[in-house]
């Protein structure tokens, strides 16, 4: 992993339901699949300091349900849930997804990652149920933060396997 990709998330609303964010990492697509799907891996990019991960479960099948719990910096707590509605390791996931603060705003959340020439790119998909939903995620600070985080994650691995 050779290039620095921090803040190069692209994020873009294609209509009035739907946020599509798009990264590239310089690793296997396996390995990103893994740093996406294993608790060990989420609990150290899903919640970006301030903020502390305090639960992260996983039971990555159809029909298996996730949660991440995080305490902010001033010491509220949030957590998101959902339930896996397909998995295509290690290409694809499908999952709702549900914020806690949000209970009326749900969304089908798609994963897709492809892999070219050692890059692999990730677009994650958010299709909101209205629009009042897609309105509440136009606040992003901490998505490009968490991806980030991931790619340093995927950089330790993998120097970690090369030691």
């Not at 609303?13 to 294993?38: C, G, S, W, Y």
């Not at 502390?52 to 949030?78: A, H, K, P």
Request: hydrophobic share 35%.
């Amino acid at each position: 992993m050779t290039s620095d990709r921090h803040g190069s998330a692209v994020i873009t609303f294609p209509n009035e339901l739907e946020v599509v964010i798009t990264r590239q990492f310089d690793a296997p697509i396996a390995l990103v699949f893994d740093v996406l799907t294993k608790p060990e891996h989420v609990s150290k990019w899903g919640a970006t300091p301030p903020d502390r991960m305090t639960e992260c479960t996983i039971d990555l099948r159809v029909g298996g349900n996730y949660r991440s719990s995080f305490v902010t910096g001033d010491g509220d707590v949030f957590s998101f849930s959902g339930t896996y509605l397909e998995v295509e390791p290690p290409t694809r996931t499908v999952q709702t997804w549900l914020f806690n603060c949000w209970p009326d705003v749900e969304a089908v959340e798609t994963v897709v990652l492809q892999e070219s020439n050692g890059v692999t790119t990730l677009t994650r998909s958010l299709a909101f149920r209205d629009k009042a939903g897609r309105d509440h995620m136009t606040r992003f600070d901490g998505q490009q933060d968490s991806l980030d985080e991931m790619e340093d994650i995927l950089r330790s691995v993998l120097d970690s396997s090369r030691a």
